[in-house]
């Protein structure tokens, strides 16, 4: 089931608190965020399953939501300004 970003980002806050691991150093979570970046990494290269590479991406998903939710950032609202700035744009975006 499907849940709203800001939906996430609560249940992971009331997960790290009640598990007692509540993280407040911004560098910690940024430094983090590059760590689970080079699992997934680790994970295509040793051509792990769809499973654990999905497990790996949530991480940094994971990550990412916290250090969003310290910088006090609402992922959501900042995905679609950019994604109308990207709309708006006339020059070729390149595929990957």
């Known amino acids: 089931m499907a849940k ?28 983090r965020l590059g ?8 994970a ?12 790996e991406m949530a991480d940094v998903f994971w990550v990412l939501l916290r250090y969003a939710e310290l910088k006090g950032i609402d992922l959501e609202k900042a995905f679609l ?4 700035i990207n709309e708006k744009r006339s020059d070729n975006l390149k595929t990957y």
């Open 81 to 84: 300004e950019k994604w109308q």
């Open 35 to 42: 760590e689970e970046v080079g699992e997934v990494m680790e």
């Open 44 to 55: 295509v290269r040793e051509q792990k399953s769809k499973e654990e590479l999905s497990h």
């Open 4 to 31: 709203p970003i800001k939906e996430l980002q609560e249940m992971m806050v009331d997960q790290l608190r009640r598990k007692g691991f509540y993280p407040v150093d911004e560098k910690e979570a940024l430094l």
